[in-house]
């Protein structure tokens, strides 16, 4: 059984209401899922020989080598490994693109992210709502305090948690079960909310609740167990918590 806003253009889902106990505490990501990317986006396409059409390309770069970092235990911070990704993306196009000028293009923009516009409100709504509020990020923990500053998102967060402290990148088990250790609950206690449908993948191997925000351009992994609940923004995740 789902719950369904006709009215919407695309389907608002939620299991079964009796299926899940209300979360004692809600895990958001950050880069996408609570910041809107387009600055970022506009920097990196600048120093990219295709511009923005190689954007894709980059991220998935990316995170393809943040996963290769944690797999071999090689780490390396995301602003480094996004750095490297976008010379590699550069160079496959026949272009040498300079480190500096690279990490220029991701670091003198990432921490300057605007909420998007269903953010703060959504915070609020679930803080008032009394749920304790925390975030999970593969960015640093200096990079997030300062996006969160620059967005006026600090105020609503308990915590921040960022893989460098266990310097094992998302969605690898370890991120999640390290902030369920740290929060001193249970997996089911707790739900994971993202734009990424690889990050709830990780979440829900864990046991997470999860809930999948669909930023423009983000879809659903089709082989992995489908979020609990699926929304187009904030509010209506706020909305469908509300309902149970």
Known sequence: MVVAIAALPTLTYAAEAN???TPKVIIFDVNETLLDLAP????????LPSGEALLPLWFSTMLHYSLVDTLTG?????AQIGTAALTMVASSKGVELDAAVARQAIAGTITKLPA???????????????FRIVSLTNSSNAGVAAQFEYAGLTKYFDH?????DIRAYKPDPRP?????EQLDIQPEEALMVAAHAWDLAGAKAVGLQTAYVQRPGTVTYPLTARPD???ENLQQLVDLLGKK
């Open 74 to 78: 090689d780490y390396h911070d995301f």
């Open 229 to 231: 609940y699926v929304v």
């Open 160 to 164: 921040r948690f960022s893989v460098e």
């Open 19 to 21: 299926t899940m106990q």
């Open 176 to 180: 999640y079960r390290w902030v369920l």
């Open 116 to 130: 998007h516009p269903d953010v703060v409100s959504a915070l609020q709504a679930l803080s008032e709502s009394g």
């Open 40 to 47: 970022l986006r506009r920097s990196v396409g600048a120093a």
